[in-house]
Structure formats: C-alpha cells, structure tokens
C-alpha cells in the first residue's frame, strides 16, 4: 500500500511542532500554553492525515487533549525526529 507520508510533510510537522514545544515547555504563562494548545489543535486539523494516524497511534484526542498535551507534543516531536532520521521507508 501506496502511504501519502512524504519527507516534506514530516519535515513541516516537525519543524511546527517543535519550534512550539519548545515555547510551550519553557513557558510560564498559562494563556501562552492555551494559545500554543489552541494554534496546535488547529494545525493537526490540516496536516497530513496519515502522518497524523501515525504519530498519534489512532488516537483521537492526541494534541487536541489538555491534561495529555505536554506528554503528546513531546511524543510527536520524537516520532517525527526518528522518522526522519530513517531512510526513505514506509511509515
């Protein structure tokens, strides 16, 4: 079967993803940390969707879940670094 994950959009993902966890992770703002969940939620929406089934291990709340969203964003940061550290390979 034919995956629609290209190295393109693992590297889009990781690169939004990260740049934001790492705000969201030094932040001592709570309406930061809202704002960064709220801009995350939006963004999952629009990404790739089989990528998004990957990271995420078909979980439906992943990134969208307030009280898992620390543990989510730092999961999908590792995910997306080890896949593209992989060779071109099916994900």
């Keep these: 079967m ?11 993902a990781y690169s939004f993803l990260h740049q934001k966890r790492n705000v ?3 932040s001592t703002l709570s309406w930061q940390k809202d704002d960064i969940e ?4 939006e963004y999952v929406d629009s990404m790739n969707k089989e990528l998004y089934a990957v990271i995420a291990a078909d979980r439906p709340d992943f990134l969208r879940d307030h ?3 620390a543990d989510d964003i ?4 590792e995910q997306l ?5 992989r060779p071109n390979t099916s994900y």
């Design 2 to 12: 034919k995956t629609s994950i290209t190295k393109d959009s693992i590297e889009t």
């Design 24 to 26: 969201y992770i030094h």
């Design 38 to 41: 709220l801009s995350i939620a």
């Design 67 to 69: 009280q898992h969203f």
């Design 74 to 77: 730092t999961l999908a940061v």
């Design 81 to 85: 670094e080890q896949m593209l550290q």
